[in-house]
């Protein structure tokens, strides 16, 4: 029941360029969040944004939430090759409960030296 | 990842053991959870746990056991391991997912023979 749906599901860049990753949900959310996993290991809250809010960052990452197409884009900037990971967004969804995240399958990010 | 620790990190046991899979939050968060995650299904969830004494199925209950007599344990218990369980298990932490994210521990690789 993954309602998250990441794009492109890999990404592969040099390192210092950008890298731009997408995700569609289906139902109205009160917030979406996305993480990094790093291999082998678990998964890093990075950033959430709230459904009134319509840009968020954090450092070097730029998060966009659109609410009317229900997709949100995280860039990264000037990436670098610790970046390398898979990202996840998750969404909070607004009705019934909302104590439980629902998940998206990743973009695995391979930045390049 | 500090504040929530699970143990054992790798264990290999045989079909039909039971195997118990613990975790460990040092910031009283109210909600706990347990995923499994395999390659092409993402993160599952399990169970999880709104507070202590509080449980509630997740995705893919089906042979699994939980418990929370305190808030910050949750143990995950495979009543009788199969080979479909062979999963790398995360548990994770968070206050109210309506207003944060979830903290993740470093997960337990558990292969059953």
């Known amino acids: 029941s993954q309602q998250g749906e990441e794009d492109p599901q890999a990404l592969s860049i040099q390192e210092g360029e950008n890298a731009t990753m997408n995700c569609s949900y289906k139902?109205?959310?009160?917030?979406l969040q996305w993480y990094r996993q790093n291999s082998g290991r678990g998964l890093v809250h990075l950033i959430l944004i709230r459904s009134n809010e319509r840009e968020k960052h954090s450092g070097r990452l730029r998060v966009t939430l659109d609410t009317s197409k229900k997709s949100s884009s995280l860039l990264i900037t000037a990436s670098r090759a610790a970046d390398t990971a898979s990202y996840f967004c998750a969404t909070a969804p607004n009705a019934g409960n909302n104590r439980k995240l629902i998940w998206g399958l990743g973009t695995s990010l391979a930045v390049n030296p | 990842d500090a504040g929530i620790t699970q143990s054992p990190r790798y264990k290999i046991t045989e079909t039909g053991r039971q195997v118990t899979l613990m975790c460990h939050q040092t910031?009283?968060?109210?909600?706990m959870f347990w995923y499994r995650q395999d390659l092409g299904h993402g993160l599952r969830l399990i169970y999880y746990?709104?507070?202590?004494?509080?449980?509630d199925k997740g995705e893919v209950p089906d042979g699994y056991v939980v418990s929370r007599s305190k808030t910050e344990n949750f143990p995950l218990t495979l009543e009788s391991a199969t080979r479909s369980q062979t999963s790398v298990y995360f548990c994770?932490?968070?206050?109210?997912?309506?207003?944060?994210?979830?903290?993740f521990g470093s997960g337990t690789r558990l292969t059953v023979v």
């Open positions: 746990s709104a507070a202590a004494d509080i449980t």
């Open positions: 994770a932490s968070s206050a109210p997912p309506k207003f944060y994210g979830y903290t």
């Open positions: 139902t109205s959310i009160n917030n």
């Open positions: 910031w009283s968060h109210s909600y």
